[in-house]
């Protein structure tokens, strides 16, 4: 029995710290992220991180516009919500492209509330961009709708309603047709609370097995001192 017992922890504490380990990553990788869905964008919580990348990736962009075959692109951003400004300046980073890629790596976009460029709660004519980047491969109206963006939004002081909106604008070899995707969205939801993922369920068992081991302990311990004194 006692050794049933050691096999039997043995197993419960292996797979807590699996669940632990298996659970954990994808939740760091898109920390912040309360919902998402491909081709509209998405909502994230701003009291941390919020990356947008793999199965939460921005895609299936409208194209519906684009007329040719393009060779470069830049990413835009508009940020607009109820209230002031964010009270300091903030980057979205990390942006990146896939199917295609570009050829070398995109600049932050920074938002800065203290330049006249960004000076307004709405976002029409405050709408920032990368510098223009080669892509891997041309795109057309076809392929277009295939590009992944991937970025991350930092934490970031505003009120409920906020939206980071972005685009693609593609450009062709010799930069004479210039056409962007629709927009899409990620909008701050505050209100929102991410339902507890199992890893808080595997560490709570993990928690749980702990304690309930050492509890068998000491009783272990308390009956072999029994057992001395009737002896």
Partial sequence: MRFLH????KGLLAAALLGLLFCSGPRIANA??????????GTFDVTTSSTFTGASAFTQWDVSHLSTTYTKVKVQFAWSGPG??????FSITGISLAQPTTTTAFSNVIF???TASYSTSTFLGDILETSQRNLSSSVNKTSGANVKLSFTIPIVGVSNGWTLLTRLQFKDAPE???????????????SSVPEPGTSAIAGGLLAWIIFVQRRRR????????????TR
């Fill in 6 to 9: 050691t096999v039997t922890f």
């Fill in 32 to 41: 912040g992220v309360l919902s998402y869905t491909q081709g509209t964008g």
């Fill in 84 to 89: 002031a400004l964010p009270a300091s300046s």
């Fill in 112 to 114: 800065d509330p203290t």
């Fill in 176 to 190: 004479n047709n210039i056409n962007s995707t629709g927009w899409q969205t990620a909008t701050y939801d505050g």
């Fill in 218 to 229: 000491r009783q272990n311990g308390h009956s072999s001192v029994s057992d001395d004194h």
